[in-house]
């Protein structure tokens, strides 16, 4: 501080520095009581509506509508407290303490955001059940007729089963030859290359090929050109052989990716001990590829699952067949609203296992090492 | 005698020359030490010597066996040459047990439980015996590192290549691997290696190499090169070192 200039620039410096002021709250507090208030009428509305389009339902059904109704209302509490909050800034302004002032600023907001956010989430809701209850619930009639649910439900779940065993059997397979199709894709140097293009060649077709065209073609075309062994298969395993074949493409770029981002020291330090290319891939680069694999692999497994739906081309009686059948004969689509169901249900707790191996590698990747 | 000879050498990555004639003998039991600027080829060469880059010209021959060029047994060779990496490289997937254990059960046809003794007999020489059945990601670089020299140690290879093995290391962790190399030297193993530790390489060294792009510029006993270079380049590197507090 020897130094005169520096000496006048830092006094100079200290004003001239603004103190920060606190946000404005009550703007963000009137907006955010206004949707709030908007969304719940609109909530109320629609209940009112579903209400009595349920004639005169259930004295339990009524409380349950009014219990919704009131959560409908609950974002106004945010909206209100942040008016609060926007008084207790205010006061902490006027004495002249600028820090709490603006903690209070920023709890208020925080506070009208929530607001906002749990507003618009009942609307959504209640935009659902206008649709549900819209055209004096003809919607509701046509998807959700409970004894047409009833009535369905055991054949449809016991045709789903069909679907769960194709799945299974298709993923079982792509597990493997995607796997074969990914080293295929990986080989090295001079004598690799004319593999590494019949991979390339296979991933390129069969990603492009939508399934539903490799179903029809395998279920049709392997019988009729009397493909031996193959035309003898249970049209079942036709379903396995045609999935496997289109997804055993997606699982090889993701084997791929996942082999690839292996660092190359690993291979170095493999080589170096006189492990070989194959030995190598299979005790040091797979194990440690295949960890980092499993949430895209889940993914593609879930697509997989889906499109089990589309193997009644092919002649496989399977649920959504089987619930367009019956569809068909009651004249409403609440059977297939069934197969909607058990697909959901089936595939959250796969979903969920994948968010739960996310965070876990991003946790690991975020520890410093 | 001559154990590894190394002839006229030569590589390219792409147009870029990284080696661009290197000639250098290693006797049994002598301990070369490559010094040299970042970027001046001292990797590439200790990766060529082990096959881990393909080399442009030249020839390699471990023990009178060509070893560079097509139709050479590369796992055979790799057997007989092991190399130590600044990156340690451990595979994390595999206990320091396994790590050790990998090559001689695999390549080696040793059976798994006189791997394992083994293992255990070198793992305890560096201290690291009481850490055999943990992974890699729970030891210090330091640790990782003397697991890394057991690793390359556990084929029994004639020749011993390390590539700036302290690096990486936090200057307090640098003197238990370095005196690992120094007892190893002692015993009488043939080492080849790289490094930044002038003081190390001084003590250790039989014969050290100035490697100044792509080509090995000076070479002599430590005394030699340290006290009185003769060249230039050599003279000007020494005192960068020198004034970076290395020596
Ligand atoms: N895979 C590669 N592709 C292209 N160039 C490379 C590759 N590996 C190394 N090089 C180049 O070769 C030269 C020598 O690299 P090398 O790693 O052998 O140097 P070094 O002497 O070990 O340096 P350092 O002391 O920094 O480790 C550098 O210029 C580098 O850019
Ligand atoms: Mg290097």
Same mark, same amino acid.
Request: aromatic letters at 6%; a neutral charge.
């Given at each position: 501080?020897?130094?005169?200039v520096?000496?006048?620039l830092?006094?100079a410096?200290e004003?001239?520095v603004?103190?920060?002021? +606190?946000?404005?709250v009550v703007?963000?507090?009137a907006?955010?009581?206004? *949707?709030?208030?908007l969304?719940?009428?609109?909530?109320?509305?629609?209940? #009112?509506?579903?209400?009595?389009m349920?004639?005169s339902?259930?004295?339990?059904v009524?409380?349950?509508?009014?219990?919704?109704? *009131?959560?409908?209302?609950?974002?106004? *509490?945010?909206a209100?407290?942040?008016f609060?909050?926007?008084?207790?800034?205010?006061?902490? =302004?006027a004495?002249g303490?600028?820090?709490?002032?603006r903690?209070?600023?920023?709890?208020?907001?925080?506070?009208?955001?929530?607001?906002?956010?749990?507003?618009l989430? !009942? &609307?959504?809701?209640?935009?659902?059940?206008?649709?549900?209850?819209?055209?004096?619930?003809?919607?509701?009639?046509?998807?959700?007729?409970?004894?047409?649910?009833?009535?369905? #439900?055991r054949?449809?779940?016991?045709?789903?089963w069909v679907?769960?065993?194709?799945?299974v059997?298709?993923?079982?397979?792509? &597990?493997v030859?995607?796997?074969?199709?990914?080293?295929?894709?990986?080989?090295?140097?001079?004598?690799?290359?004319?593999?590494?293009?019949i991979?390339?060649?296979?991933?390129?077709?069969?990603?492009?090929i939508?399934?539903?065209? *490799?179903?029809?073609?395998?279920?049709?075309?392997?019988? =009729?050109?009397?493909?031996?062994?193959?035309k003898?298969l249970?049209?079942?395993? =036709?379903?396995?052989?045609a999935?496997?074949?289109?997804?055993?493409?997606?699982?090889?770029?993701?084997?791929?990716?996942?082999i690839?981002?292996?660092?190359?020291?690993? #291979?170095a330090?493999a080589?170096s001990?006189?492990?070989?290319?194959?030995?190598?891939?299979?005790?040091?680069i797979v194990?440690?590829? !295949?960890?980092?694999?499993?949430?895209p692999?889940?993914?593609d497994?879930?697509?997989?699952?889906?499109?089990?739906? =589309?193997?009644? !081309?092919?002649?496989?009686?399977?649920?959504?067949?089987q619930?367009?059948?019956?569809?068909?004969?009651?004249?409403? &689509?609440?059977?297939v609203?069934? !197969?909607?169901v058990?697909?959901?249900?089936?595939?959250? +707790?796969?979903?969920?296992?994948?968010?739960r191996l996310?965070?876990?590698?991003?946790?690991?990747?975020?520890? +410093?090492? | 005698?001559?154990?590894?000879?190394?002839?006229?050498?030569h590589k390219?990555?792409?147009d870029?020359?990284?080696?661009k004639?290197?000639?250098l003998?290693?006797? @049994?039991h002598?301990?070369?030490?490559?010094?040299?600027?970042?970027?001046s080829?001292k990797?590439?060469?200790l990766?060529?010597?082990?096959?881990?880059?393909p080399?442009?010209?030249?020839?390699?021959?471990?023990d009178g066996?060509?070893? /560079?060029?097509?139709?050479?047994?590369?796992?055979?060779?790799?057997?007989?040459?092991g190399i130590?990496?600044? /990156?340690?490289n451990?595979?994390p997937?595999?206990?320091v047990?396994?790590?050790?254990?990998?090559?001689?059960?695999?390549?080696? $046809?040793?059976? @798994?439980?006189?791997?394992t003794?083994?293992?255990?007999a070198?793992?305890?020489?560096?201290?690291? @015996?009481?850490?055999?059945?943990?992974?890699?990601e729970?030891?210090?670089?330091?640790?990782q590192?003397?697991?890394?020299i057991v690793?390359?140690?556990?084929?029994?290879p %004639?020749?011993?290549?390390l590539?700036?093995?302290?690096a990486?290391?936090?200057p307090?962790?640098?003197?238990?691997?370095l005196?690992?190399?120094?007892?190893?030297?002692q015993?009488?193993?043939?080492?080849?290696?790289?490094?930044?530790e002038?003081?190390?390489a001084?003590?250790v060294?039989s014969?050290?190499?100035?490697?100044?792009?792509?080509?090995?510029l000076?070479? $002599?006993?430590?005394?030699?090169?340290?006290?009185d270079? %003769?060249?230039?380049r050599?003279? %000007?590197?020494l005192?960068r070192?020198?004034?970076?507090?290395r020596?």
């Amino acid at each position: 501080m020897s130094d005169p200039v520096t000496a006048e620039l830092s006094a100079a410096a200290e004003p001239s520095v603004p103190p920060t002021p +606190p946000q404005r709250v009550v703007p963000a507090a009137a907006i955010a009581l206004a *949707v709030s208030g908007l969304c719940g009428l609109v909530a109320l509305s629609a209940l #009112w509506s579903l209400h009595s389009m349920l004639g005169s339902p259930a004295s339990g059904v009524t409380v349950l509508l009014g219990a919704f109704g *009131v959560a409908a209302l609950l974002p106004l *509490v945010p909206a209100l407290r942040a008016f609060n909050t926007a008084r207790v800034r205010g006061r902490f =302004l006027a004495d002249g303490d600028l820090a709490a002032a603006r903690a209070a600023a920023a709890r208020g907001r925080d506070q009208s955001h929530t607001a906002l956010g749990y507003a618009l989430a !009942v &609307l959504i809701c209640a935009a659902l059940v206008w649709f549900a209850t819209a055209n004096d619930g003809a919607i509701s009639r046509t998807f959700l007729r409970w004894e047409f649910i009833e009535t369905a #439900w055991r054949s449809v779940a016991d045709a789903f089963w069909v679907n769960v065993k194709v799945a299974v059997g298709a993923e079982v397979l792509v &597990l493997v030859f995607g796997l074969l199709i990914a080293i295929m894709r990986l080989l090295p140097g001079q004598a690799g290359r004319p593999l590494r293009w019949i991979a390339i060649g296979y991933v390129d077709t069969f990603r492009a090929i939508p399934s539903i065209i *490799v179903l029809y073609l395998v279920g049709f075309g392997l019988s =009729l050109a009397e493909v031996p062994v193959v035309k003898d298969l249970p049209p079942i395993w =036709l379903a396995i052989v045609a999935l496997t074949l289109t997804y055993s493409g997606y699982v090889a770029e993701v084997y791929r990716a996942g082999i690839e981002s292996i660092h190359p020291g690993q #291979w170095a330090a493999a080589r170096s001990l006189g492990l070989s290319y194959g030995m190598t891939l299979r005790t040091v680069i797979v194990p440690q590829g !295949v960890r980092r694999i499993v949430p895209p692999l889940l993914n593609d497994f879930i697509g997989l699952q889906k499109d089990t739906a =589309l193997i009644g !081309v092919m002649g496989v009686t399977d649920a959504f067949t089987q619930a367009r059948l019956t569809a068909s004969n009651v004249f409403n &689509l609440s059977p297939v609203i069934v !197969v909607a169901v058990l697909f959901v249900v089936i595939t959250i +707790p796969q979903a969920r296992f994948v968010d739960r191996l996310l965070a876990r590698e991003q946790r690991r990747a975020g520890r +410093p090492s | 005698m001559t154990f590894l000879q190394i002839r006229d050498v030569h590589k390219a990555y792409g147009d870029a020359d990284v080696l661009k004639g290197v000639s250098l003998d290693v006797a @049994k039991h002598e301990v070369v030490c490559l010094i040299g600027a970042s970027g001046s080829g001292k990797s590439t060469l200790l990766r060529c010597i082990n096959a881990l880059e393909p080399i442009s010209g030249g020839e390699i021959r471990v023990d009178g066996d060509v070893v /560079s060029g097509q139709g050479v047994d590369v796992n055979r060779l790799r057997r007989n040459v092991g190399i130590v990496f600044q /990156s340690y490289n451990l595979f994390p997937h595999m206990t320091v047990l396994r790590n050790v254990t990998l090559a001689p059960t695999m390549v080696g $046809g040793v059976p @798994k439980a006189q791997a394992t003794e083994h293992a255990l007999a070198l793992l305890e020489r560096v201290g690291m @015996k009481d850490k055999a059945d943990c992974y890699p990601e729970s030891l210090s670089g330091g640790q990782q590192q003397r697991v890394a020299i057991v690793r390359a140690l556990a084929t029994n290879p %004639q020749v011993l290549l390390l590539d700036e093995i302290t690096a990486a290391l936090d200057p307090e962790l640098v003197g238990d691997v370095l005196a690992i190399v120094r007892e190893l030297a002692q015993d009488g193993l043939t080492m080849l290696l790289a490094t930044h530790e002038m003081g190390f390489a001084r003590d250790v060294a039989s014969q050290v190499c100035f490697l100044d792009d792509g080509t090995i510029l000076e070479r $002599g006993t430590a005394a030699e090169i340290f006290e009185d270079p %003769q060249e230039e380049r050599t003279r %000007q590197f020494l005192a960068r070192v020198l004034t970076a507090g290395r020596l």
